[in-house]
Every structure is written in structure tokens, then in C-alpha cells.
Nanobody
């Protein structure tokens, strides 16, 4: 599985961006995609996740109500719509795929076998 993340950029606080994560290669119906982010000097943290076969998405508390994760199965693409962006959202954003997605472990980076290259999101105050 290869992942290509895109859509990052520079935006003012309060603005919006939409990230895309396009997957190629074989994925399984039990797989899911997660978005993580990593700011300089900080650990990688969970942002949002969604299972390819359906079900409710998952969000970190810090982004609930502002970010929306969605998927387009026909395009093998997962999106992260980010609204009301804050300076603290500044980070490199990564998408990742877990071939055996679990409602218990979706927030744990090491559960994900495949990772995209990351896309920079910078929010200015």
C-alpha cells in the first residue's frame, strides 16, 4: 500500500484546509485510515480515523467539531476537512493505514502499517 498525502499549506487562524490521502495497492475491507500530526519537538499525535467499511469516525478531543474525516471508496481517498484552524494545529500531517483497524487501537501510531510522506500545515496567528 502506498499513500500520498496532499493539501497542506499556510493559512491564517480561523481558515480552512482540506487534506487528501490517496491510497494505491491492495487494501482490505477491515482496514482503516488515520490522520496523525507531529509538531516540532513533540510526539506524533492522533487526529482522526475512519474505517473503510463504514461506521462512525473517531476524533481527538482537540479537533472535535472543527475537523471532519471522510472517505471516497471509489477513489481510494480519505479526506480531512479542517475548519476554524488554530496556530496550535501547525504540524506535519500524516495519513496512515491499518489493515486490521480496531475501535480499541485506532489512536496508536504503531498499529498502522503504512504511512504517507506527510504534508505541512502552518496556521499563522
Amino acid at each position: 500500500v502506498q499513500l500520498q498525502a496532499s493539501g497542506g499549506g499556510l493559512v491564517q487562524a480561523g481558515g480552512s484546509l482540506r487534506l487528501s490521502c490517496a491510497a494505491s495497492g491492495r487494501t482490505f475491507s477491515g482496514s482503516g485510515t488515520g490522520w496523525f500530526r507531529q509538531a516540532p519537538g513533540k510526539e506524533r499525535e492522533f487526529v482522526a480515523a475512519i474505517k473503510w467499511s463504514g461506521g462512525s469516525p473517531y476524533y481527538a478531543d482537540s479537533v472535535k467539531g472543527r475537523f471532519t474525516i471522510s472517505r471516497d471508496n471509489a477513489k481510494n481517498t480519505v479526506y480531512l476537512q479542517m475548519n476554524s484552524l488554530k496556530p496550535e494545529d501547525t504540524a506535519v500531517y500524516y495519513c496512515a493505514v491499518d489493515q486490521s483497524f480496531s475501535s480499541r487501537y485506532y489512536a496508536i501510531p504503531r498499529q498502522y502499517e503504512y504511512w504517507g510522506q506527510g504534508t505541512q500545515v502552518t496556521v499563522s496567528s
